[in-house]
């Protein structure tokens, strides 16, 4: 049992660190959200200079190999800096994807360019009716020639209008809710028949809703074996699961000290409102709060890839479920201590309360993982 | 960072499993596991096979007779006792008193007092709560003068736990009324019960059950060599032995026994024609507190692994008891609701004897309401949850 990290481990959060304090101001981060891409192509080619966009690509092709732990320091600072750029998913996600689905010829074109950064790689699976049910795809493709006909509509892709290229999961066989029959397939934006409308979310972030209408693909654009890539889809969610979860302890514990730091400092009734005990107990709450989903954090970076299928679908339900009341309250709350200026869009604070609302309505919300944890229980 | 036992650790766990598998007594087992009314003679017959084991004093150093385990020795050791349905200690000799006397005692206090505690002859309890003080426990208004080589001992405790079973009792009690602050002034005295002037008069819980007591005090007589420490510095003496009390307050090990009894009660109770554990809304508050579990299991393994750095136990135990006790007081309420009307047949006396016979309904619904009305007092006790929520916001946030 060890809670503590290694050398390598330090300097690499220390790192990121000094980049989200030195090159990711508020300042910094609004005027990009202002720019027409949301995102900065300068920041990605400063974040793939440190190395992080190959920390997820095997060391084989031309990667760190780094582990979830890694991850998890990285995406806490990225969390508390409100991060606009597609690392979660071109740097985590896709690669995460790509060295599960056993197709050396894709992993060897595409894993390189994605440690570089030259090459932004986004997974499209969610669909209107997914909600968490990572088995439910609708989207066919259909064998035709030599190659595939897809017909389908994938939603609420992050960073969708980003992507050089697009992984688009679609079934080739059985139905809309088995596990077996879904396939992965590599698309280039630009294909006939795809369309991709990009949005701004509440957040902040970029994504887009992406229609396919008889797209049609060359076998070539099938990655791994055709109706089994399900698998590897939930192992890439799992990865996923869990750095969203440092995400959220990231923010929670940066809103927490904001909050604590607002309350220091305003004054009302002649004294600070911080010596009130009524906000006190609900600052030490949200203490509290953030050390109980600090604590489903570590054990979702630490179970995330764990060969015990049952204990780590358990445990990644269990951590986002604690990490969504947990954001919720600690969202709010701050939003409630700040006061009028909670509400803004002048502070942080609100930009972190939408993060976190976003982070529980995605990848399953708590009610979602709540079921799902109950399922499993159940089933022993 | 990894969440695995060491292979010494994992061997030192099936030490444990072994031995609690041949020694801890089956009918002792069946009470605690079955959430019925655990007899002194239990605490007093588990304690003395613990001392035969040289497990007596699992949180003590070695040099006082303790094992010397280490922060995760003594959580498998808690963890597998829980599981096992041993007894749970009875904390004011063990757990409180003896690092205060090793730590602040002379060695002829440890000689004396040290050998009884771990062999369980003998039974302390605890004399710090007065009528008024209770979070405010320094505003203590028992009385010591001196009297040459005595005290002369004046005053009421109260909230005393099992005191009616106990031969000794460690009290805080004021020897200089006009310090200039309250915190200031108070000494550690150690009592014997069997001392002329001592009443122990019941109080009588919401459960019907005679577990906490009230003590009087008439000019009682405590040799001098009877204090701990300085005179007038019992505040220290105090502070430090509360922060001992936190040490293995989550609870998880008891816990994950209830959760599974709640678990095994949904399994039998009949909703809709199906097990109420496949009810929807009930399955989702024991998911919720289930999860809740595993969260405050891995806190307290944070918490553990930096005790193991040498660092004591710090204002982060004041989350573990607020948790802890929230996640206890779920399981007893759980527990209740799931058995419905047949919590409430009261079969007080069966519950104190141990033995209980369901006055109706099934046997396990015998004790819930009551056990739901008793875990009221989890955050109440130990410092209560407001006091745990003022000593987050003054030592971690600083305010």
């Not at chain 1, 760190?64 to 890694?70: D, I, K, R």
């Not at chain 2, 019925?36 to 004093?57: F, K, N, P, S």
Request: net charge negative; charged share 20%.
């Amino acid at each position: 049992m060890d809670f503590n990290l290694t050398d390598e481990q330090q300097l690499l959060s220390d790192t990121v660190q000094r980049f989200a304090r030195e090159d990711y101001t508020f300042d910094k981060r609004r005027e990009i959200l202002n720019t027409a891409p949301g995102w900065s192509r300068e920041v990605w080619n400063e974040l793939a200079g440190l190395g992080l966009t190959a920390l997820n690509v095997p060391e084989t092709h031309g990667g760190l190999g780094a582990g979830p732990v890694e991850t998890m320091l990285v995406m806490n600072t990225f969390g508390a800096a409100l991060l606009l750029e597609p690392f979660l998913g071109a740097a985590i996600v896709a690669p995460a994807l790509l060295t599960r689905l056993d197709d050396a010829n894709a992993a060897a074109d595409l894993l390189p360019a994605i440690a570089t950064g030259e090459r932004i790689v986004i997974v499209a699976h969610r669909e209107p009716q997914t909600r968490g049910e990572l088995e439910h795809v609708v989207t066919r493709a259909e064998p035709s020639g030599d190659g595939y006909v897809i017909n389908g509509y994938k939603s609420v892709i992050a960073h969708a209008g980003t992507a050089d290229e697009l992984l688009i999961t679609a079934r080739t066989s059985g139905n809309p809710t088995d596990t077996d029959g879904i396939s992965v397939f590599r698309i280039k934006p630009g294909m006939p028949g795809l369309t991709v409308k990009s949005y701004l979310t509440i957040d902040g972030q970029r994504a887009g809703d992406i229609e396919l209408q008889g797209v049609k693909v060359a076998s070539s654009a099938l990655i791994g074996t055709a109706g089994q890539a399900f698998s590897a889809i939930e192992g890439a969610h799992e990865v996923a699961l869990s750095a969203i979860c440092a995400e959220a302890i990231g923010i929670i514990k940066a809103v927490n000290s904001a909050t604590l730091e607002y309350a220091r400092s305003r004054k009302q009734f002649g004294q600070p409102i911080s010596k009130f005990q009524v906000l006190q107990h609900r600052m030490a709450d949200m203490f509290v709060q953030g050390e109980h989903a600090t604590s489903m954090s570590y054990l979702a970076a630490i179970r995330c890839i764990d060969g015990n299928t049952h204990e780590r679908r358990r445990s990644l339900s269990a951590a986002k479920v604690v990490i969504g009341q947990a954001g919720r309250f600690v969202g709010q709350q701050a939003i409630q201590i700040h006061g009028g200026m909670g509400v803004t869009d002048e502070l942080m604070v609100s930009h972190h309360f939408k993060r976190l609302t976003t982070i529980d309505l995605t990848y399953g919300d708590t009610d979602f993982h709540t079921q799902r944890f109950i399922s499993l229980t159940q089933a022993g | 960072m990894n969440l695995n036992f060491t292979a010494a650790e994992l061997a030192f766990r099936d030490d444990v499993r072994a031995f609690l598998r041949d020694q801890l007594p089956a009918d002792i087992a069946h009470r605690v596991k079955s959430g019925l009314a655990v007899r002194a003679e239990d605490y007093t017959c588990w304690q003395g096979i613990l001392h035969r084991q040289g497990w007596g004093a699992p949180n003590w150093p070695k040099q006082f007779g303790g094992t010397g385990w280490s922060p995760v020795q003594l959580h498998i050791f808690d963890e597998e006792a829980a599981a096992a349905g041993a007894p749970r200690t009875i904390p004011f000799g063990l757990k409180m008193v003896a690092p205060v006397i090793m730590a602040f005692g002379n060695t002829q206090q440890q000689q004396r007092y040290l050998p009884g505690i771990l062999s369980g002859r003998d039974w302390w309890c605890q004399g710090y709560s007065e009528p008024g003080a209770g979070s405010d426990l320094a505003s203590l208004k028992t009385r010591a003068e001196r009297h040459g080589d005595h005290y002369l001992v004046n005053g009421q405790k109260t909230w005393n736990t099992l005191g009616q079973h106990a031969n000794w009792i460690f009290c805080l009690v004021r020897t200089d009324p006009n310090a200039p602050k309250p915190q200031q002034g108070i000494s550690f005295l150690l009592i014997d019960m069997k001392t002329p002037g001592i009443t122990v008069r019941p109080i009588i819980t919401m459960d019907g059950v005679h577990e906490v007591n009230e003590i009087w005090f008439e000019n009682v007589q405590v040799p001098v060599e009877n204090r701990i420490g300085e005179e007038h510095q019992g505040w220290t003496y105090a502070k430090f032995l509360l922060g001992h009390e936190r040490s293995s307050i989550a609870g998880v090990g008891v816990s994950k026994r209830e959760l599974g009894r709640l678990k095994s009660i949904a399994a039998q109770e009949i909703k809709n024609g199906k097990p109420l554990l496949q009810d929807p809304l009930f399955a989702a508050r024991i998911a919720q507190v289930e999860i809740d579990l595993m969260a405050l299991e891995i806190t307290n393994l944070r918490a553990l692994s930096a005790e193991s750095k040498q660092r004591a136990p710090g204002p982060e135990t004041s989350i573990l008891k607020i948790k802890g006790t929230e996640i206890q007081q779920s399981l007893s309420e759980l527990m209740m609701y799931a058995v419905g009307p047949y919590a409430l047949p009261f079969g007080r006396l069966s519950r104190e004897e141990g033995d209980v016979q369901a006055v109706a309904g099934p046997d396990y619904a015998a004790p819930l309401a009551a056990a739901y009305c008793n875990m009221r007092k989890a955050s109440i006790y130990g410092g209560s949850n407001e006091i745990q929520r003022n000593i987050i916001s003054q030592m971690i946030l600083g305010l």
